[in-house]
């Protein structure tokens, strides 16, 4: 249990163009959902957390109208990047709590953006 | 301010050397400190959850240990497939669901 999948796997896009990630529970249901960004040998930074029918809540220094989450159902959370540069590309991870109880997150397999 | 530090950054093993990877954090409250393994061009795979200091657990070749200051992740007899990033993550009890991550150690173990 506690399968979180994302789409794409990688994908390219020239500047000046938007992308959307989704990211899905496949098993279970997650009120919340969470969406990172990793850098080369760098470790996760917390973007901003998805909360389903609720706005997201986004951490300090993330531009929220760049970043655009969606969270339509309990289990799909989408992040849209608007206009995209050469410096938003980057490793994208979204994770979710599991519903049991427990605060364990589990990970999707991440995204990989690279705009040209 | 919560502050998660991991070391050694990288560590180079002989298949069968055992080692540990340490854990230091700094939190107001730890509601839970937990373990994860990142393969390169993957996401991070759920290995523990500690909450209080005195808690072992394991699975297979490793062993994660947490008292009030630092966890550790034992490696015992390592194999190459062990070979990943290993991630310490803390969440507080003020902090949601959120979660502080250190730097990661980078293991490598050569056969």
């Known amino acids: 249990g506690a399968v979180v999948s994302q789409h794409p796997s990688w994908v390219i896009c020239k500047s000046g163009t938007s992308v959307k990630i989704e990211c899905r529970s496949l098993d279970f249901q997650a009120t919340t959902m969470f969406w990172y960004r990793q850098f080369p040998k760098q470790s996760l930074m917390l973007m901003a957390t998805s909360n389903e029918g609720s706005k997201a809540t986004y951490e300090q220094g993330v531009e929220k109208d760049k970043f655009l989450i969606n969270h339509a159902s309990l289990t799909l959370s989408t992040l849209t990047v608007t206009s995209a540069h050469p410096e938003d590309s980057s490793f994208y991870i979204c994770?979710?709590?599991?519903?049991?109880?427990?605060?364990?997150?589990?990970f999707g397999p991440g995204t990989r953006l690279t705009v040209t | 301010e919560d502050q998660v530090t991991q070391s050694p950054e990288a560590l180079r093993l002989q298949e069968g050397e055992s080692s540990s990877l340490n854990c230091s954090y700094t939190v107001s409250g730890l509601r839970g400190l937990f373990w994860y393994r990142q393969d390169p061009g993957k996401g991070p795979e759920f290995l523990f959850t500690l909450y209080s200091a005195g808690e072992e657990k394991e699975k297979e070749r490793l062993k994660a240990t947490l008292t009030k200051k630092e966890s550790f992740l034992h490696i015992t007899a390592p194999k190459p497939e062990d070979s990943a990033t290993y991630l310490c993550?803390?969440?507080?009890?003020?902090?949601?669901?959120?979660?502080?991550f250190g730097g990661g150690t980078r293991l490598m173990v050569k056969p």
């Open positions: 993550a803390v969440q507080a009890t003020d902090a949601g669901n959120m979660l502080t």
């Open positions: 994770s979710a709590n599991h519903p049991t109880g427990s605060y364990e997150q589990y």
